[in-house]
C-alpha cells in the first residue's frame, strides 16, 4: 500500500493500516497488543475502525514473536533474490 495514496484507500483498507501501525507501536512501547489497546489508538489519531477489526488483528498476533515478524518482514529466504543471483 505504500505506493497507493491514502485519499485512494478504501475506508476498511484504512482502518486495517491504522490497525497494523497500531499494533507495531504498542509492541515497540513494550505494551500488550489488545484489541481495546489498538482500538484506542486508531481513535486517538482521528481514525475509525469497525469494531471486530482491532479484535481480529489482536487474536491474529496473540502468543506470536511480532519483533522477529518485524526483523524478517524484508529478509530473502532461503532461495531468494540471492539465490537468484547466483551462477549456473
Do not use: Q
Request: proline share 3%.
Amino acid at each position: 500500500m505504500a505506493a497507493v495514496a491514502g485519499n485512494m484507500l478504501t475506508g476498511a483498507e484504512r482502518g486495517e493500516l491504522s490497525c497494523i501501525y497500531a499494533a507495531m507501536i504498542l509492541h515497540d512501547g513494550g505494551a500488550g497488543i489488545e484489541a481495546e489497546a489498538i482500538a484506542a489508538m486508531v481513535k486517538a489519531a482521528g481514525g475509525s475502525v469497525d469494531a471486530h477489526v482491532p479484535l481480529l488483528f489482536a487474536r491474529a498476533l496473540r502468543g506470536k514473536d511480532v519483533g522477529k515478524m518485524l526483523e524478517t518482514l524484508g529478509s530473502p529466504g532461503a532461495g531468494g533474490a540471492a539465490g537468484a543471483a547466483a551462477p549456473a
